[in-house]
């Protein structure tokens, strides 16, 4: 458990209806269902059932698609985090093996600055490490940017320890942290 009062897991079948139940809360991202950068050509497409959908196809299938925050026993913070290759090209240099990227995260607006980003940052990166990642690769944006906020701000994942390694666009920030050599 964190200091906030979360605990993770990560979303496998079983936890499908508690993340279902989070992104289909006031306020949640039902209309992409975290697809937007899982996405093949085939399913740029669809609609906001049809992302659920292929999601879903996913984690029946096994493929990791992230960790969801519990207090209490409900659901209460997402973050993808899953091996680069399950995600469309993001920006960050093809230079290394065993890389995780942290591709979004979600927090209800009831619950946002009360530094849960931090918690959800450090234990996706546990996560990762705990499935043999060697590098977490993220790609946040600026306090004040008009677009990808979901991707989280530069400063939390400073505080995390990640270095900033490049850009991809004019918005998003390329940064890194290794976690093994």
Do not use: N
Not at 68 to 73: A, P, Q, S, V
Not at 127 to 154: I, K, L, T
Not at 157 to 164: D, K, S, T, V
């Amino acid at each position: 458990m964190t200091s906030d009062g979360l605990t993770f897991h990560p979303v496998d079948a079983a936890r499908w209806p508690d993340f279902e139940r989070l992104f289909e809360s006031r306020g949640g991202p039902k209309y992409c269902w975290c697809m937007v950068w899982r996405a093949t050509p085939q399913e740029v497409k669809l609609d906001g059932a049809g992302r659920k959908a292929a999601l879903h196809a996913r984690v029946r299938d096994g493929v990791p698609i992230g960790i969801l925050g519990y207090r209490d026993g409900e659901p209460m913070a997402w973050c993808s985090i899953a091996p680069r290759e399950s995600y469309r090209p993001l920006g960050g240099p093809k230079d290394e093996k065993r890389v995780w990227s942290l591709a979004c995260m979600f927090v209800p607006r009831r619950l946002r600055g009360q530094g849960l980003a931090d918690g959800l940052i450090a234990a996706a990166v546990e996560h990762a490490r705990a499935q043999g990642a060697a590098v977490v690769e993220a790609y946040p944006v600026d306090p004040d940017s008009p677009s990808y906020r979901f991707m989280g701000f530069v400063q939390a994942f400073a505080r995390a320890g990640f270095i900033e390694i490049g850009r991809a666009g004019s918005r998003r920030h390329v940064m890194r942290l290794r976690l093994s050599e």
